[in-house]
């Protein structure tokens, strides 16, 4: 028992040697695999995008729904090329409120649409996220880590998408699958108000 | 007992300092820095798994891709040794993760050559960007025989893991998994080149 307490006390001292002070957009908290990571999830436009990415994917069915999540990381990489170089693309914000509109209303009106066309309007939409994500680069990052941890918390987004749309398979499923996607677009018109 | 013991390496593994190229572990130098140094450097393991996942997909010369990576290590360490200076291998590594990133994902036929290429090229750079820290001649050579076993080995595990995923549902995860290294590999390098 005294030995768990002195690990116990151990594992705190350890954790207060380790903390980082709290600094708004500066060290490796901000820049590292932490600050990848939650980029994506600090901004309900992209969640909402992200998820519907995923929601369609799995009502659309295989291949869509493995392929529309593999569209969206590499395309989205090229607009972040954009966005980490300067090169400007017109209306980031609005595009990205008309992703959430556009990818809300596919999944609530359950359009089945061609897969060239849905890996298409998806990889359209992922270079204005991917430009977002990367004019907003903290200074300072962590390369390697803040890339690997944007990119796994996109990914990530599109799985809670496609668990969620898995649920379509059952009429009741596919019924709050299609609600979902109308929150989403209901979100996205909220989101293309707001946007500067 | 257990569970203070994992409470332990929980923690210590919250508290690890980012890998480094030059200090990967802190007091750990010698053949097991080495070791640590292939296994720990973001973009080297970046690199080999995209070179691993898009070998283990070859339905043959799977050894000859291992074998050349391992040849093309050796004489990355060997340039190094023999004093090399600044290369271009930290851009090029997150060039070739990329593209095997890509590979993956698109799972497209590939053929044995392209992968062999890049099997060699990827080797080369992982030895160029793998200088030693070291106080002696020894240990420097310790170091660099440590980044080849540690490299190769992990290579090795990867690809063999690779030719194992046969179930429908692994592959795609496979080529998702393709689809993030190339992704993450594109943005390093953009990352590195506008610095």
Redesign the interface.
């Known amino acids: 028992m005294a030995l768990r307490t002195a690990a116990l006390v151990c594992i705190l001292v350890l954790a207060s040697l380790a903390s980082e002070p709290a600094l708004a957009h500066t060290g490796s908290i901000s820049g590292g695999l932490l600050g990848g990571f939650t980029h994506p999830l600090f901004g309900p436009d992209h969640i909402a995008a992200m998820v519907a990415v995923g929601l369609w994917g799995a009502f659309l069915g295989p291949p869509a729904i493995w392929l529309l999540p593999i569209v969206f990381p590499l395309v989205m990489a090229v607009g972040g090329v954009l966005g980490i170089l300067g090169v400007p693309l017109p209306d980031v914000e609005r595009a990205i409120a008309g992703s959430a509109i556009v990818l809300g209303l596919a999944v609530a009106l359950a359009q089945r649409t061609p897969l060239w066309f849905a890996a298409s309007l998806v990889g359209f939409f992922a270079i204005f996220h991917g430009h977002a994500h990367g004019a907003e680069l903290p200074a300072g990052s962590d390369a390697v880590a803040f890339s690997v941890g944007f990119v796994v918390a996109t990914g990530l987004l599109h799985l809670c998408g496609i668990a969620f749309g898995l649920l379509a398979r059952w009429p009741w499923g596919a019924l709050a699958v299609r609600a979902l996607g109308g929150v989403i677009a209901v979100a996205g018109v909220v989101f293309l108000l707001n946007a500067p | 007992?257990t569970r203070?013991r994992l409470?332990?390496v929980v923690?210590?593994g919250?508290?690890a300092e980012?890998a480094s190229a030059h200090d990967i572990v802190p007091g750990v130098g010698g053949f097991a820095g080495g070791v640590l140094h292939a296994l720990l450097v973001?973009?080297h393991v970046?690199a080999l798994l995209g070179l691993g996942l898009l070998a283990g997909r070859l339905s043959n010369g799977r050894l000859i891709a291992e074998v050349a990576f391992a040849a093309a290590l050796m004489g990355g360490l060997g340039a190094i040794a023999l004093g090399t200076g600044e290369t271009p291998a930290p851009l090029v590594l997150p060039g070739v993760s990329a593209l095997c990133g890509?590979l993956v994902?698109g799972a497209l036929p590939v053929p044995s050559p392209l992968v062999w290429l890049m099997a060699i090229v990827t080797g080369v750079a992982v030895g160029l960007d793998s200088p030693p820290d070291a106080i002696s001649i020894r240990e420097a050579y310790l170091m660099m025989a440590g980044v080849w076993v540690g490299a190769v080995l992990m290579l090795l595990v990867i690809v063999e893991g690779a030719t194992r995923l046969t179930r429908p549902w692994l592959l795609?995860g496979l080529?998702?998994l393709?689809?993030?290294i190339?992704?993450?590999?594109?943005?390093?390098?953009?990352?590195?080149l506008?610095r």
């Open positions: 007992m203070v409470a332990l923690v210590f919250l508290i980012p973001p973009t970046m890509a994902a795609i080529r998702v393709g689809s993030w190339a992704a993450s590999a594109i943005l390093v390098l953009a990352l590195t506008s």
